[in-house]
């Protein structure tokens, strides 16, 4: 099976990309981790980028022309599919739309539940029975593409926002790479 290139965009811890890096060693994993991107020149995240020896980019999204630059790499690098793995940037219509079906991002709630930032305490607040991750396309509007990959889990009485994220996270590491083997399944 010849891979295609993916590239993982982070602004953090990176445990997502941790998994996706590790998972991709599987031979029949459809993609290689061949580059990261971050807008955060502290994201812990490029630790794991460093240890695998894979290319990463830390971009300046200040600059006018940040995107032209990020488009580029997507280029140079031959990317076919960008992985956002707690991106914590609004991507531009116009980049969606260049890659159209080639973007997917992890978010940490059941979609169409919960869109945006704080989930966690949104979902404590809201005294939720239930909650879990989604892998979906990316389109233009916030946390709305299509569905790929959703999981859940039953909230416990004395679950608070680190322990969510805890259960959240271990989903998500599942989750991402079940979503990427199903996109090249039906490819
Ligand atoms: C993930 O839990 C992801 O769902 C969330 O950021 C975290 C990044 O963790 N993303 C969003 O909230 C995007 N709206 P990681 O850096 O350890 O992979």
């Known amino acids: 099976m010849v891979k295609k290139n993916a590239c993982v965009f982070i602004s953090g811890y990176g445990s997502n990309l941790k998994s996706l890096i590790s998972n991709s060693r599987n031979h029949n994993f459809p993609v290689n981790i061949s580059l990261v991107i971050t807008n955060n020149f502290k994201a812990k995240g490029l630790l794991h980028a460093k240890k695998n020896s894979i290319p990463y980019f830390i971009i300046n999204t200040k600059r006018r022309n940040f995107e032209n630059k990020v488009l580029n790499l997507i280029k140079k690098y ?3 599919l960008i ?8 991507i531009s219509k116009g980049f969606i739309s260049a890659y159209k079906k080639k973007i997917i991002n992890v978010h940490p709630s059941l979609l169409p539940k919960y869109k ?8 404590i607040q809201n005294k939720e029975k239930k909650t879990g991750c989604t892998v979906h396309f990316v389109n233009e509007k916030l946390d709305s593409g299509k569905l790929i990959v959703q ?7 004395d679950d608070k926002v680190d322990i969510l994220k805890k259960k959240t996270q271990k989903l998500e590491h599942k989750a991402f790479s079940e ?7 039906y490819n």
């Open 78 to 80: 031959n990317i076919s």
């Open 179 to 185: 979503a990427i083997i199903k996109i090249y399944r």
């Open 116 to 123: 945006g930032l704080n989930t966690y305490e949104k979902i």
């Open 83 to 90: 992985c956002l793995a707690g991106y914590m940037k609004i």
């Open 151 to 157: 999981k859940s889990f039953f909230i416990k009485k």
